[in-house]
């Protein structure tokens, strides 16, 4: 009876550090995805203050809050350029581009900096809130010039190369 009682008691105890090396295992997985996350959110420049950033299950985002809009929002622009290059079948950005879309884009990148200088300045502390979306309206408006750029980098190339043909 005893003998019987020991073995499972060895039993249960096998168990129980097996589910333990398990959920250490799980743990250290997770928190070393973490790191490396951090590790690479630290390559963009970002600051990576915990008091300026989103937690998701406990773990902090590998960007702020404002970059987090920012890098939402480059995401976002270049699908959607992608689409629009593919329904066109060119990669020449948006061939009618006035000069209200630039002003656009500039006030989105206006509110950012605004947003931005508001809080550098120690007028009033930014919200995560207000980072988010600021950041967001900044990057599509940042995103906007740099696919302009690279659509007249582009043109430019073009033009070079159809007068070298002739
Ligand atoms: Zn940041």
Redesign the pocket.
């Known amino acids: 009876m005893n003998a019987q009682t020991g073995q499972e008691n060895h039993d249960l105890d096998k168990e129980a550090q097996e589910e333990s090396k398990m959920c250490m295992k799980h743990k250290t997985t997770d928190d070393q995805r973490w790191i490396r996350f951090m590790k690479i959110g630290e390559k963009?420049g970002?600051?990576?203050r915990y008091d300026r950033s989103f937690f998701f299950h406990g773990k902090q985002f590998p960007?702020?809050a404002?970059?987090t809009g920012l890098l939402l929002a480059y995401l976002i622009s270049i699908i959607w350029y992608l689409v629009i290059s593919c329904k066109n079948h060119s990669f020449a950005y948006l061939p009618k581009r006035g000069r209200q879309s630039h002003i656009i884009a500039f006030f989105g990148c206006l509110t950012m900096l605004i947003d931005w200088t508001i809080q550098a300045v120690h007028v009033k502390e930014s919200t995560n809130k207000r980072r988010v979306i600021t950041g967001f309206l900044g990057g599509l408006g940042l995103m906007h010039f740099y696919l302009t750029i690279y659509n007249r980098i582009g043109s430019y190339i073009g033009k070079k190369s159809r007068r070298g043909k002739d």
Request: hydrophobic share 10%; net charge positive; aromatic share 0%.
């Open positions: 963009t970002c600051h990576q960007v702020c404002r970059c």
